[in-house]
């Protein structure tokens, strides 16, 4: 019973660092701008962000990429900061990045002793559980019936009560943190009364369409991309990105203007039409059905393979005290 406990809580506790929202996040880098520091592939944790200073590693916002860029603080300004990759020669500000203000700071990477705790390759882990945690999940339930067969176990639980609850866990906690933690790109534009049109600068009263690249989901899986402040007019497929042509609509006042573009992604082993009705009803039924798909058949394996009714003896055995005659 213990085991159990602890095993819901570990998974649990995995489950709500994977969400976003929480203020402990995993992240990782995918370029060699903060090497040697963080190199390529590289994990971190991010922390909010208390008083920034000098030295301090950021993730922000980046409105110049439309991306999250983890950079060095390297000034503070009346304006806001100005931040450097440890492995670029000039200041982000310097090659055409805005000044970083507080409301683009996602939060500062986690440090012990003036260096950030990094965690070596955690995008090759992550990669890797992705693609194959079902797997994981099937060694978990051919191995339910082996736990806790100690015959000095204090109470008696059956394989069910142990197996069942952690398959209804898993599926139930992977699909919400795979409809709540789809990829969003945001999008800065500013409207101008000029003639100027390309890239983030928008005509006033004038409706324009803009390409944005976004990174393409796993192999074997659908994705859908939607986006707010946007519309989605076309998603073609470029090699290991996808280009999405968005319509950004007509700007009656000059200022800036935010969109975004997320992407979900789901594992492909339901027609596409029934997995794209499920999504647009909400992506956590789509999550579900597709994430509860792949797990049933380890499932029902490890029903015909093991005997749920079978109990975990977990009897503690009686000390006696060396004088104890018996």
Sequence with gaps: MIRRVLVLLAVGSVLVVALPGTPVQLS????????????????????????V???DVLVFDSDYRGEYVTHRVVDVTEAGYVTQGDANPAT???????????????????TLGDRPVVIPGLASVVSLLSTYWPLGVLAVLL???????????RDLVRVDDLITPLVLTTVVGSAIALAYSAPTYTMAFTA???????????????AVSR???VAAGPRYTYQFVEGTGVTIADV??????????????????????????????YPAVLPYGLVRALHAFHPVTAALATIGTVVAPAYAVHRLAV?????????SRSRTAWWDPR
């Design 92 to 110: 982000d500000q310097a090659t055409g990045h805005p000044v970083v203000t507080s409301d683009r700071v996602v939060g500062q990477v986690l």
């Design 236 to 265: 073609a497929a470029n090699g290991d990105v996808f280009d999405v042509v968005v319509d950004v609509p007509a700007r009656a006042e000059r200022g800036a203007y935010d969109a975004t573009v997320t992407t979900y992604y």
């Design 53 to 55: 200073s000098v030295g």
């Design 307 to 315: 005997d749920g009714r079978a109990p975990i003896e977990s009897r």
């Design 143 to 153: 191995g339910g019936g082996l736990l806790e067969r100690n015959p000095r176990a």
């Design 192 to 206: 101008v009364a000029t003639d100027a049109d390309g890239g983030r600068v928008l005509p006033l009263g004038e």
């Design 28 to 51: 990782y880098v995918y370029s060699d701008s903060m090497e040697p520091t963080i190199g390529t592939g590289d994990g971190y944790v991010v922390v909010p962000a208390g008083d």
């Design 211 to 213: 390409t944005i690249e």
